[in-house]
């Protein structure tokens, strides 16, 4: 599981569903970013900022 394996990147998202981790270092430099492979990263990518839409609006009632 090696996360500079060309075979996995898709531009700037990493994809590989054999990879257990949801969060990897990037490719280049420092920082981290999701493992699309990987069902929890979706729910963060969408989950999260509908949970923020909601709670926002349910907040102007």
């Given at each position: 599981?090696?996360?500079d394996d060309e075979r996995h990147w898709y531009g700037i998202f990493y994809y590989d569903r054999d990879d257990p981790r949801v969060v990897v270092p990037k490719r280049y430099g420092w920082g981290r970013t999701l493992n699309?492979?990987?069902?929890?990263a979706w729910v963060w990518?969408?989950?999260?900022?509908?949970?923020?839409?909601?709670?926002?609006?349910?907040?102007r009632h």
């Amino acid at each position: 599981m090696d996360p500079d394996d060309e075979r996995h990147w898709y531009g700037i998202f990493y994809y590989d569903r054999d990879d257990p981790r949801v969060v990897v270092p990037k490719r280049y430099g420092w920082g981290r970013t999701l493992n699309y492979g990987r069902p929890m990263a979706w729910v963060w990518t969408f989950g999260a900022p509908a949970a923020v839409a909601v709670l926002t609006h349910l907040g102007r009632h």
